[in-house]
């Protein structure tokens, strides 16, 4: 059995907004692999300043409308074939974000800092085999207006 393939997607934009979504992969057609999230690496590229970003990871169950293009996830390997997910990444052009379900991730993070999380094998945040269905990555705050990124990675 061949090994699974890698591939990993950016998002980034300002928050302290109604419209949160830094980043979702959604299977936008009917998926033949899970995904299956093993990485995130989170940030703030603004003015540092002492801001606790809330992130939010979770499932989600509608595809949502707006927010930049999709396109595949790019391989981490360029001999493997194209991604079966898709990926939309924005946080302020949604104009109806998905549905969330199923928080896994819930952490405060200073503005200032940057957080890597690799998570071990048998222990991935995995999306199941339903079309539209995905995992996001949320960022918010109460008052600032705050830019902020992730990537997410994942094989598949």
Same mark, same amino acid.
């Given at each position: 059995?061949?090994?699974?393939?890698?591939?990993?997607?950016?998002?980034?934009?300002?928050?302290?907004?109604?419209?949160?979504?830094?980043?979702?992969?959604?299977?936008?057609?009917?998926?033949?692999?899970?995904?299956?999230?093993?990485?995130?690496?989170?940030?703030?590229?603004?003015?540092?300043?002492?801001?606790?970003?809330?992130?939010? +990871?979770?499932?989600?169950?509608?595809? $949502?409308?707006?927010?930049? *293009? &999709?396109?595949?996830?790019?391989? =981490? #390997?360029?001999? !493997?074939?194209?991604?079966?997910?898709?990926?939309?990444?924005?946080?302020?052009?949604?104009?109806?974000?998905?549905?969330? +379900?199923?928080?896994?991730?819930?952490? $405060?993070?200073?503005?200032? *800092? &940057?957080?890597?999380?690799?998570? =071990? #094998?048998?222990? !991935?945040?995995?999306?199941?085999?339903?079309?539209?269905?995905?995992?996001?990555?949320?960022?918010?705050?109460?008052?600032?207006?705050?830019?902020?990124?992730?990537?997410?990675?994942?094989?598949?």
């Amino acid at each position: 059995m061949p090994a699974a393939a890698q591939y990993y997607a950016n998002g980034r934009g300002a928050i302290g907004n109604p419209k949160t979504i830094v980043m979702i992969i959604q299977t936008l057609a009917t998926p033949t692999d899970k995904i299956k999230v093993n990485g995130m690496f989170i940030s703030s590229d603004d003015t540092p300043a002492d801001n606790a970003i809330e992130w939010k +990871v979770g499932h989600t169950t509608t595809a $949502g409308t707006g927010g930049t *293009a &999709s396109a595949a996830g790019v391989k =981490a #390997d360029v001999g !493997e074939a194209a991604s079966t997910a898709q990926y939309k990444s924005s946080s302020t052009a949604w104009t109806a974000e998905p549905t969330y +379900v199923d928080v896994f991730f819930d952490q $405060g993070i200073n503005q200032r *800092a &940057s957080y890597v999380l690799e998570l =071990a #094998d048998g222990r !991935e945040w995995t999306g199941d085999l339903t079309q539209n269905h995905g995992i996001s990555a949320q960022a918010t705050h109460a008052s600032a207006t705050v830019r902020a990124s992730c990537t997410l990675v994942w094989f598949e």
